[in-house]
Nanobody, 126 residues
Framework: QVQLVESGGGLVQPGGSLRLSCAAS????????MGWFRRAPGKEREFVAA????????YYADSAKGRFTISRDNPENEGYLQMNSLKVEDTAVYYC???????????????????WGQGTQVTVSS
């Protein structure tokens, strides 16, 4: 069992930055790959980025490439999503999630994740 708690969301102007954190507790966090997803009002949950258990491998949605960076600190049991050059369309509730395996073909599917946080709201608006 892994418990995940996101933080770091808030209101930011277009072009601004935010750093989301995902604090893990319970089972050994370093054994799990981690992903970030988001859900905008009226839309399906959408993959944003994922990172392997070691941090060696990462994968991004096209919408996140070049603007977002996923990382993790296993000794601290934390994961991060650095978001730069934010756009209005990035407004959503952001969730971190953990899964026991890594595959670039399947990390984009939310159904493959075993544990989820409660989400943190990110609002990009002028």
């Amino acid at each position: 069992q892994v418990q995940l708690v996101e933080s770091g969301g808030g209101l930011v102007q277009p072009g601004g930055s935010l750093r989301l954190s995902c604090a893990a507790s319970g089972d050994t966090f370093k054994s799990y790959a981690m992903g970030w997803f988001r859900r905008a009002p009226g839309k399906e949950r959408e993959f944003v980025a994922a990172i392997s258990w070691s941090g060696e491998n990462t994968y991004y949605a096209d919408s996140a490439k070049g603007r977002f960076t996923i990382s993790r600190d296993n000794p601290e049991n934390e994961g991060y999503l650095q978001m730069n050059s934010l756009k209005v369309e990035d407004t959503a509730v952001y969730y971190c999630a953990a899964r026991g395996s890594w595959s670039v073909r399947t990390v984009v599917n939310p159904k493959g994740y075993d544990y989820w946080g409660q989400g943190t709201q990110v609002t990009v608006s002028s």
